[in-house]
Every structure is written in structure tokens, then in C-alpha cells.
């Protein structure tokens, strides 16, 4: 039963970073373009308009996907708390490498959002 419950919390972790993540990065996004801290790719560095945007989108998305993906981490888990403790690793692997699936597939909307509303220099279309 404890194994159970620290996998519980163990998987949520990860959707509550994102949430709290995505708020920070829509609310509160860096205020310079650096190489530290938020969203960092080439077409996000190019100036501070794509800069912001990126923030403000990628936030906005991590706050939707972050809230989907820990009450499906809830749903998923809840029938496990009684199973047994190869049954819980296992599923906690695959929600664990779903979760990662999905923070990593996030960058694709972003990018894709990017490409629609700055040219290649930067500029907005």
C-alpha cells in the first residue's frame, strides 16, 4: 500500500510541474532573452516579440496539458491502489513515459504557432 501511494505522488509530479511551470511562463515569463531559463529554441530567441510569444503560448498550453495529464494521472491510478506492486511499477513507468512523451510533443504546437505568426526573420506576419 505505501509503494502505492509513493507512486501516486511520484507520478504527479510531473503534470504539477507543467502547470506550475506554464503559469510562471504565461504570467510571469523572463524578461530578457537568455539561454537559462524558459522556452529556448532558436525561432523563440530570435527577439523579444517571439520571445514573449513563445512564453505566452507554450504557458497557456503547459496550463492545459499540465491539468488534463494530472487528472488522467488521478484516473489511471485510483483502480491501482489495491494491485500489486509489479502492477503499479509497471503502469508507472508507461505514465511516466507518456507524461514525457507529452512535454516533449509540446514543443511541436509552439513551434508550429511560431512559424505561423513571425516570418523566418522574426518578423510578424
Same mark, same amino acid.
Given at each position: 500500500?505505501?509503494?502505492?501511494?509513493? %507512486?501516486?505522488?511520484?507520478?504527479?509530479? +510531473?503534470? *504539477?510541474? %507543467?502547470?506550475?511551470?506554464?503559469?510562471?511562463? #504565461?504570467? #510571469?515569463?523572463?524578461?530578457?532573452? $537568455?539561454?537559462?531559463?524558459?522556452?529556448?529554441?532558436?525561432? /523563440?530567441?530570435? $527577439? %523579444?516579440?517571439?520571445?514573449?510569444?513563445?512564453?505566452? #503560448?507554450?504557458?497557456? @498550453?503547459? @496550463?492545459?496539458? =499540465?491539468?488534463?495529464?494530472? +487528472?488522467?494521472?488521478? @484516473? +489511471? !491510478?485510483?483502480?491501482?491502489?489495491?494491485? =500489486?506492486? &509489479?502492477?503499479? &511499477?509497471?503502469? *508507472?513507468?508507461?505514465?511516466?513515459?507518456? !507524461?514525457?512523451?507529452?512535454?516533449? =510533443? /509540446?514543443? #511541436?504546437?509552439?513551434? $508550429? *504557432? @511560431?512559424?505561423?505568426?513571425?516570418?523566418?526573420? =522574426?518578423?510578424?506576419?
Amino acid at each position: 500500500m505505501a509503494f502505492g501511494i509513493a %507512486m501516486f505522488f511520484s507520478n504527479l509530479f +510531473v503534470p *504539477a510541474v %507543467m502547470i506550475i511551470a506554464g503559469y510562471m511562463m #504565461y504570467k #510571469y515569463p523572463p524578461t530578457s532573452i $537568455n539561454g537559462l531559463i524558459g522556452y529556448r529554441t532558436k525561432r /523563440s530567441k530570435m $527577439n %523579444m516579440d517571439t520571445w514573449k510569444f513563445a512564453h505566452n #503560448y507554450c504557458g497557456k @498550453l503547459w @496550463l492545459k496539458l =499540465g491539468t488534463l495529464v494530472l +487528472v488522467l494521472t488521478i @484516473l +489511471v !491510478q485510483i483502480p491501482l491502489f489495491k494491485a =500489486g506492486e &509489479d502492477t503499479i &511499477d509497471k503502469v *508507472a513507468l508507461i505514465i511516466s513515459i507518456v !507524461q514525457v512523451i507529452i512535454i516533449i =510533443g /509540446s514543443i #511541436y504546437p509552439v513551434e $508550429n *504557432a @511560431l512559424m505561423k505568426n513571425f516570418d523566418e526573420n =522574426g518578423k510578424r506576419r
